[in-house]
């Protein structure tokens, strides 16, 4: 059962734009929801995450937008930069709860120059 | 501060055999989970340990199994290696056992099957 569904697959970018990918869940028990960022060769490194309790998280060029009502969040990438090309994934858990967390199936950014 | 340690790297195993990974997570973290992560699959989670207990399992054969010591360092365990186990395996480590808390990657242990 996949209970978090990633688009798009994949994303074509162009320096300085924005990069916005796209996640829905089925859990509503659901109540953490990180964002990681993969390079090739390298494991996934924690960018940003959000609580059901805020809208919206800001870090730097990487916010979070979240919809309680419709269990969907997103991430968006400001001024998008070539090095930014990587591999996101969405994910989800449940907050109080152990740590497993269930990944959506990720979206290859690649962002030119 | 040093970030989480997989060791090895790399490991070329033949079907049948047994295989042991180590996972050295960040000083003070005493929660440690394990994915495993291949392309037809995503991330998967396998287990995770908090203060020498398994405390959550993911839908993964018994022949996948795993430990936890004093020191919060964790290995984890293949027996009777099959082709499908080709994959990367990551390790997480997080400060608490609850969820909701940030977890933190290692570069992880890139398993091949021949």
């Known amino acids: 059962q996949q209970q978090v569904k990633q688009s798009p697959q994949s994303l074509i970018v162009q320096k300085g734009g924005i990069s916005i990918i796209n996640c829905a869940y089925e859990n509503t028990a659901f109540d953490y929801f990180p964002w990681y960022q993969q390079f090739p060769g390298k494991g996934p490194a924690l960018l940003i995450a959000i609580r059901p309790d805020v809208s919206e998280k800001k870090e730097g060029r990487f916010t979070i937008s979240f919809n309680k009502s419709a269990k969907q969040f997103s991430l968006h990438i400001m001024d998008s930069q070539p090095g930014d090309s990587a591999t996101y994934f969405c994910a989800a858990s449940k907050a109080g709860g152990y740590n497993k967390l269930i990944f959506g199936a990720g979206t290859r950014l690649a962002v030119h120059p | 501060k040093a970030g989480v340690t997989q060791t090895p790297r790399y490991l070329i195993k033949t079907r049948g055999q047994q295989v042991t990974l180590s996972c050295s997570p960040i000083?003070?973290?005493?929660?440690v989970s394990w994915y495993q992560q291949t392309p037809g699959q995503g991330l998967q989670f396998l287990f995770e340990y908090f203060s020498e207990t398994q405390r959550n399992k993911g839908n993964f054969p018994g022949r996948f199994s795993g430990r936890q010591f004093s020191n919060s360092r964790s290995e984890m365990n293949v027996s009777t290696l099959e082709l499908g186990d080709s994959a990367l395996y990551l390790c997480?480590?997080?400060?608490?056992?609850?969820?909701?808390?940030?977890?933190?990657f290692g570069d992880g242990t890139r398993l091949s099957i021949l």
């Open positions: 000083s003070g973290h005493r929660s």
């Open positions: 997480a480590s997080s400060l608490a056992g609850q969820g909701g808390q940030p977890q933190h």
